[in-house]
């Protein structure tokens, strides 16, 4: 196997649909970006998403193709990160059996960023707490950060791309990682201690103006939409409601379409749109127009270059599959270095 001396970076995608431009902006620009400094493993985090979509399997298997696609289509190089795939790396699950022996279940009560999911599912009632008000919580989402963290090590990753909402995760990586060396390296650092990179990156909001993002509440854009999806969900958004007709003034600060002109448009039209709309130059329709524009021209090649991968599925597995492979390589080294540490490395089978 070849060695690359680059720092290692793990992030991934949970697979429960198709990537749109939120995880566009906070992610995969960022993750293409670094794929050439550093050695980059990409992990479609299969078994985390069935945490919550259990009852879709079909839906998670049919995702991973759609996520390994929209992360090529926007430029992710096989050649220099890998692609793999969650659920066939077993030495994952195996290090998610290990740090559950010395991780307190406080740890993983407090985890704010849990909390705030499980609310977000319907699986704790809004006073309750992780511990308290969990009827409907499961013992694979409670527990899914401890799997995060051995997503981290498996590929013993120095720094993992992160939003800020994401930091309580590394936070709980990193003390596992020390309770780990502390309590089986005998002085050695058996795995390494991984960082959070955050970015700033800008924070979408869907179109609509709600928090929740989905193509089912029609207020997200798919990476692979066609200008008929893009010009629909651009439709929808929600602008100013005091600017009923064209020349009425307008206040783009409280407008979806604006926002997205921000992170999307040239800083000159977005100036200029500004300026139009204050003064009722400038009405909604032709003002959505111009963003669907905007963003179609920007997704255009990526749509091109996920139909090369479309017509060609088997490609894409066989990108996966050398992925995973080679993932699932370093997974077992480190599954051997952790097993020797605990003393558990009796024969081989
Ligand atoms: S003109 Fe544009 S920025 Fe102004 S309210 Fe309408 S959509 Fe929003």
């Given at each position: 196997?070849?060695?690359?001396?680059?720092?290692?970076?793990?992030?991934?995608?949970r697979?429960t649909g198709?990537?749109?431009?939120?995880?566009?902006?906070?992610?995969?620009?960022?993750?293409?970006?670094?794929?050439?400094?550093?050695?980059?493993?990409?992990?479609?985090a299969?078994v985390q998403a069935l945490t919550t979509h259990w009852e879709q399997?079909?839906l998670i298997?049919?995702?991973?193709?759609?996520?390994?696609?929209?992360?090529?289509?926007?430029?992710?190089?096989?050649?220099?990160?890998?692609?793999?795939?969650?659920?066939?790396?077993?030495?994952?699950?195996?290090?998610?059996?290990?740090?559950g022996?010395?991780t307190h279940m406080n740890k993983l009560r407090h985890n704010p960023t849990t909390k705030a999911e499980a609310l977000q599912y319907g699986m704790i009632h809004e006073n309750g707490d992780l511990m308290t008000g969990f009827d409907q919580l499961t013992y694979g989402f409670f527990g899914y950060p401890l799997s995060q963290?051995?997503?981290?090590?498996?590929?013993?990753?120095?720094?993992?791309?992160?939003g800020e909402d994401q930091k309580p995760h590394?936070e709980l990586?990193?003390?596992?990682?020390?309770?780990?060396?502390?309590?089986?390296?005998?002085?050695?650092?058996?795995?390494?201690?991984?960082?959070?990179?955050?970015?700033?990156?800008?924070r979408?909001t869907a179109?609509d103006g709600g928090t929740k993002m989905s193509?089912s509440l029609?207020n997200?854009?798919?990476?692979?939409?066609?200008?008929?999806?893009?010009?629909?969900?651009?439709?929808?958004?929600?602008?100013?409601?005091?600017?009923?007709?064209?020349?009425?003034?307008?206040?783009?600060?409280?407008?979806?379409?604006?926002?997205?002109?921000?992170?999307?448009?040239?800083?000159?039209?977005?100036?200029?749109?500004?300026?139009?709309?204050?003064?009722?130059?400038?009405?909604?329709?032709?003002?959505?127009?111009?963003?669907?524009?905007?963003?179609?021209?920007?997704?255009?090649?990526?749509?091109?270059?996920?139909?090369?991968?479309?017509?060609?599925?088997?490609?894409?597995?066989?990108?996966?599959?050398?992925?995973?492979?080679?993932?699932?390589?370093?997974?077992?080294?480190?599954?051997?270095?952790?097993?020797?540490?605990?003393?558990?490395?009796?024969?081989?089978?």
């Amino acid at each position: 196997m070849k060695v690359s001396r680059k720092k290692r970076i793990l992030t991934g995608d949970r697979p429960t649909g198709k990537l749109h431009l939120g995880h566009y902006v906070g992610s995969l620009i960022n993750r293409v970006k670094l794929q050439h400094d550093y050695d980059t493993f990409l992990l479609i985090a299969d078994v985390q998403a069935l945490t919550t979509h259990w009852e879709q399997p079909e839906l998670i298997r049919e995702s991973v193709m759609d996520v390994a696609m929209d992360n090529l289509a926007v430029g992710v190089d096989p050649e220099v990160a890998t692609l793999c795939v969650q659920s066939m790396i077993p030495e994952i699950a195996e290090l998610t059996v290990f740090y559950g022996l010395f991780t307190h279940m406080n740890k993983l009560r407090h985890n704010p960023t849990t909390k705030a999911e499980a609310l977000q599912y319907g699986m704790i009632h809004e006073n309750g707490d992780l511990m308290t008000g969990f009827d409907q919580l499961t013992y694979g989402f409670f527990g899914y950060p401890l799997s995060q963290a051995a997503d981290i090590t498996f590929v013993r990753a120095h720094l993992v791309p992160v939003g800020e909402d994401q930091k309580p995760h590394i936070e709980l990586t990193r003390d596992i990682v020390k309770k780990f060396n502390e309590l089986y390296g005998r002085g050695k650092e058996i795995i390494p201690m991984p960082e959070a990179l955050v970015s700033d990156v800008p924070r979408l909001t869907a179109l609509d103006g709600g928090t929740k993002m989905s193509k089912s509440l029609g207020n997200v854009i798919n990476i692979s939409d066609s200008y008929d999806e893009i010009r629909s969900t651009v439709w929808k958004a929600v602008t100013d409601p005091q600017k009923i007709r064209k020349n009425d003034a307008g206040h783009p600060d409280i407008c979806n379409v604006f926002k997205y002109h921000k992170i999307f448009n040239t800083e000159e039209d977005v100036a200029t749109i500004e300026q139009d709309c204050r003064s009722g130059a400038l009405g909604c329709v032709e003002c959505k127009g111009r963003l669907t524009d905007v963003l179609h021209g920007m997704l255009a090649p990526f749509r091109e270059r996920r139909k090369g991968y479309e017509a060609h599925p088997e490609r894409v597995e066989e990108i996966l599959r050398e992925g995973t492979k080679k993932a699932r390589r370093i997974g077992q080294e480190t599954v051997a270095m952790v097993k020797e540490a605990l003393k558990v490395d009796y024969f081989a089978v």
